[in-house]
């Protein structure tokens, strides 16, 4: 089946820092979207890509949508404590597999104040 | 105001018990969706109707049964519990594009 490599695993930074995380697949998806999940909560929808090539912001996080349709990316500008949690990739293929997402591993996000 | 909600928030029962989740969505989305969150909280789709019909059914054990009474509603009937059900379960829903929205899940332990 399809799947989807998400890097890095966890990442550790300082306050301000920005923060850059992407996913690539074996294959070509029509839909990148990216969540973030709290400690004891369900995934909540950042952006949403639906476009080769689209770039997307929703306040300090932009992502984009591959040229390829095989990748994304997720970027978060100047962190703060709040960002904590864990990010998680996911693809559509579009076509038969109807309302099927495909997730990444997961980057697990640490911010230090 | 709550999006998509799911009861209970925690629970825990013995191997061989039968237990149901339920799911509501006030969204007004056709679609709803049962995922599993394992421990290393790799997220896997399990079911999804469409409209009260079954559309998507992953290789799941027939002793999970999903149950749509209506289009705001998504239960899962677990039959016989074993150890390794134990995971988070998420309702999630849509509406005519891939944007999932997850209820705050359930977290099973089965002993």
């Known amino acids: 089946g399809q799947q989807l490599n998400q890097s890095p695993q966890s990442m550790f930074i300082q306050e301000g820092e920005d923060v850059s995380m992407n996913c690539t697949s074996s294959?070509?998806?029509?839909?990148w979207l990216w969540y973030k999940q709290d400690p004891g909560e369900g995934p909540v929808l950042l952006i949403a890509?639906?476009?080769?090539?689209e770039l997307t912001s929703n306040g300090r996080l932009t992502a984009q949508f591959g040229i390829t349709r095989k990748d994304s990316f997720l970027n978060i500008s100047a962190s703060i404590p709040s960002d904590v949690g864990i990010y998680f990739c996911?693809?559509?293929?579009?076509?038969?597999?109807?309302?099927?997402?495909?997730f990444g591993q997961g980057t697990i996000l640490t911010v230090h104040p | 105001d709550t999006a998509v909600s799911q009861t209970p928030k925690y629970l825990v029962t013995q191997m061989g018990n039968d237990k149901s989740i339920k799911c509501e969505q006030n969204l007004g989305h056709d679609t709803m969706y049962w995922y599993k969150q394992d421990s290393k909280k790799f997220l896997k789709i399990m079911f999804s109707y469409n409209n009260k019909e079954l559309i998507i059914n992953e290789t799941v054990p027939n002793r999970f049964s999903p149950k749509s009474p209506d289009k705001a509603h998504l239960n899962l009937h677990i039959n016989s519990l074993e150890l390794g059900d134990s995971a988070v379960y998420f309702c999630a829903s849509s509406q005519d594009t891939d944007e999932q929205y997850f209820g705050p899940g359930t977290r099973l332990t089965v002993t």
């Open positions: 890509l639906y476009k080769a090539g």
């Open positions: 996911a693809g559509h293929a579009g076509g038969t597999s109807y309302g099927k997402l495909t």
């Open positions: 294959s070509i998806f029509n839909t």
